[in-house]
């Protein structure tokens, strides 16, 4: 099968497409032909070995994979060859082919495109866990999005109106705010024209954020710090600014706050994590409540482009510019000639 190898850890240049070996069956396992692969900022760190997850060189980057089930592995009877899945890997994504756990495969309803389905797995998974599991966002919370226009700030919009909160976002451009509000977001804030902190006390009568959702980090989180509400949450989720923050204790002590770690590769037991019974029954509940809200229209997945395998350069890139407004795919049987 064809895939994108990674044999050492570096840059973008350091892949390339080749043949290799499709992968073997796994016990609990469930064999997907992939039909499209989300690429994220994390496939970056992953590649360049700056990721929690460290796979052995060489290795097929890749998290996101929606796809046919072709084979399974004794056991396995949730799914069954020919059904349409997503699923979550610690890597394997980018390949025609792709042995999963199965416990992390989830068939998806008749109206979910393959492109779009490839944000259930962890983009809305990790939205939805965090917002509910997490932070607790309750119906006429205010709930603070930054990076509303890609990827896992959309999802974090399109959930937090979901449950009834007033979502307030942030991003860099008017055209990444329209697209923002046009998937939930009731106020938005250009932060390049506007201080967001400003903005943020103005709309909400001096008091704050109840609910931030930061997948930016560094200043921002710590300008967030300065408009969130008394026992406000915060969720750190991922580092897209460059810089880890650090977080002033009595910041915490005075304004009563929560800062809310949420890595959903632990409730997919990847790396050394493990998942009981209980935590993956939990999992498939959830994954059912966010299939029916993308059955009732509240849940509205954006693909930003899709491409063929042969470019996972360009769309590397594209992700490492911050220029993709929702995801993008790539899609392993497509003609590398594809627009």
């Not at 309750?138 to 990827?151: F, K």
């Not at 009834?164 to 804030?189: F, P, Q």
Request: charged share 20%.
């Amino acid at each position: 099968m064809r895939a994108v190898l990674c044999r050492d850890a570096g840059g973008i240049d350091s892949l390339k497409v080749e043949e290799v070996a499709a992968p073997d069956m796994i016990a609990g396992g469930v064999r997907i032909a992939v039909e499209a692969a989300g690429v994220s900022f994390a496939n970056l760190l992953v590649i360049a070995g700056r990721h929690q997850n460290k796979p052995p060189n060489p290795f097929v980057p890749g998290t996101e994979i929606a796809g046919i089930v072709i084979e399974v592995a004794e056991g396995v009877g949730h799914v069954q060859p020919g059904d349409r899945v997503c699923a979550g890997l610690p890597w394997g994504g980018f390949a025609e082919e792709a042995v999963v756990d199965g416990d992390n495969v989830f068939r998806i309803p008749a109206g979910l495109g393959y492109d779009a389905a490839t944000q259930f797995p962890t983009i809305y998974a990790t939205a939805y866990g965090a917002l509910t599991w997490r932070a607790r966002l309750q119906p006429g919370e205010v709930l603070l999005v930054h990076g509303a226009a890609g990827a896992s700030g959309l999802a974090a919009v399109e959930v937090g109106k979901a449950l009834g909160a007033t979502v307030i976002a942030t991003a860099g451009s008017d055209e990444k705010l329209a697209v923002a509000r046009a998937h939930g977001a009731y106020h938005c804030i250009d932060y390049g024209k506007t201080d967001f902190r400003d903005a943020v006390l103005e709309l909400t009568g001096g008091l704050g954020a109840d609910v931030i959702f930061d997948p930016v980090g560094g200043d921002v989180f710590d300008k967030s710090l300065r408009c969130i509400a008394p026992e406000g949450r915060i969720i750190p989720m991922g580092f897209a600014g460059g810089r880890i923050p650090q977080v002033p204790a009595n910041l915490l002590l005075v304004k009563n706050i929560d800062v809310i770690g949420v890595y959903w590769g632990y409730y997919m037991a990847w790396g050394k994590t493990r998942a009981s019974a209980a935590k993956r029954a939990r999992v498939r509940e959830l994954y059912a409540e966010m299939f029916a809200l993308f059955e009732q229209g509240k849940l509205a997945p954006l693909t930003y482009r899709s491409l063929p395998l042969d470019r996972f350069a360009e769309a590397l890139r594209l992700v490492e510019n911050r220029s993709v407004m929702g995801k993008i795919v790539l899609v392993p049987y497509a003609s590398e000639a594809q627009p």
